[in-house]
């Protein structure tokens, strides 16, 4: 059965930055319970002859701290200006929304409880600074969402129950060897919009990990780290400051099917480097300074997607795409993007995409000096 809070969850993934809109408030003449909705049926029933015990009074329920919304364990506090995080709340909260406040720090005693807790939501705070013991109690937490604070470093003492952790748009410069210590249980991170240098990742920061997606985005990286987990399978370095990719940049992420290096600096791909990602489905390298067809590419058998528009190509070979024989390639190409660029369309010898599934999927023109 699909947890009611997953639809919630996608919700707030697709726009964060958004406050949760409560629908439905509690009926609260369920909150007497079964006495409570009995009593209230007896004392409707005119001239009854039956004397029934009255019931004690229902103890006292869950209580909301003041100006947040309490439903169907999701407690939404955002937009409040808040400057710490509340208290009284209900001990079986599985969705915490605290976004869009001004909470400056985490302490201690917090969430206090909160051993249910499955999802956090601290984006677009003024967050700085977090106590080792803040997450102590969350044993059940398995998504942070800690984007747009003030952090200079990655929290310490992060729950090992943690899956998906997104803590872009701060001001994290380093990140230290034991920064995601014990925590084997995470697939995703997203830390781009940090002014992260290659210099700024300790050697093994991310030893341990067995991460599916990552992505560092809108940083100072000025070529491919070569230390992330080799179980990733989608990497995102796009608008960065990188400048080539050398023979042996992908040499440790084998698994990769999905590679994002758009808006980086890129004039020069090293010949054989791409034969380390063999099993690379979608590649983004549009917006860099590329002045011929990368490499390699027909040797690329599940290659399906490839976006090289707004660079400088101008010339596209017959072979730079398929390989020369057939069966060669297990999956034709759905989509390639070569739209602006210095390339004469109508010079390109139509065999070129003889590998393509359509004609449609071919993308030129809109080159403008």
């Excluded at 509690?26 to 009593?39: P, Q, R």
Aim: proline residues 7%.
């Amino acid at each position: 059965m699909m947890s009611p809070l997953l639809p919630l969850l996608s919700l707030l993934v697709s726009s964060l930055a958004l406050p949760f809109e409560q629908r439905g408030f509690l009926d609260f003449s369920l909150d007497a319970g079964e006495g409570g909705v009995s009593m209230m049926m007896m004392n409707d029933e005119e001239g009854s002859a039956i004397e029934e015990e009255t019931p004690a009074p229902p103890g006292p329920g869950p209580v909301c701290p003041f100006g947040c919304h309490c439903h169907l364990r999701v407690v939404q506090c955002s937009d409040l200006g808040l400057t710490s995080v509340p208290k009284n709340i209900p001990s079986d909260t599985a969705l915490l929304d605290l976004q869009n406040n001004k909470i400056t720090e985490l302490k201690e005693n917090d969430f206090k409880g909160l051993h249910n807790l499955y999802a956090l939501v601290l984006v677009n705070n003024r967050i700085s600074k977090v106590s080792g013991k803040a997450f102590q109690p969350l044993r059940s937490l398995q998504k942070l969402y800690f984007s747009k604070n003030l952090l200079t470093e990655i929290p310490q003492g992060l729950p090992p129950s943690l899956v998906e952790l997104r803590i872009h748009e701060n001001r994290i410069k380093n990140v230290r060897k034991e920064a995601f210590k014990g925590l084997g249980s995470m697939n995703c991170i997203e830390m781009g919009g940090n002014p992260l240098e290659n210099s700024g990742f300790e050697p093994g920061a991310f030893d341990g990990l067995k991460l599916n997606y990552l992505r560092i985005s809108e940083a100072k990286l000025t070529g491919i780290p070569k230390d992330f987990p080799a179980s990733i399978n989608e990497l995102h370095l796009d608008h960065n400051q990188i400048q080539a990719i050398e023979l042996e940049d992908l040499i440790r992420y084998k698994s990769l099917y999905r590679l994002g290096l758009g808006y980086n600096h890129i004039r020069m791909i090293e010949n054989g480097s791409l034969a380390f990602v063999p099993n690379l489905r979608e590649l983004h390298l549009d917006n860099n300074r590329l002045r011929k067809i990368p490499a390699n590419l027909p040797d690329m058998r599940y290659l399906q997607v490839i976006y090289l528009h707004s660079n400088n190509i101008s010339q596209v070979g017959v072979n730079d795409f398929c390989p020369r024989g057939f069966g060669v390639k297990r999956a034709f190409y759905n989509g390639i993007s070569l739209f602006s660029n210095p390339v004469n369309y109508w010079e390109v010898q139509p065999a070129a995409f003889r590998c393509v599934t359509d004609r449609l999927a071919i993308q030129f023109g809109n080159y403008k000096k």
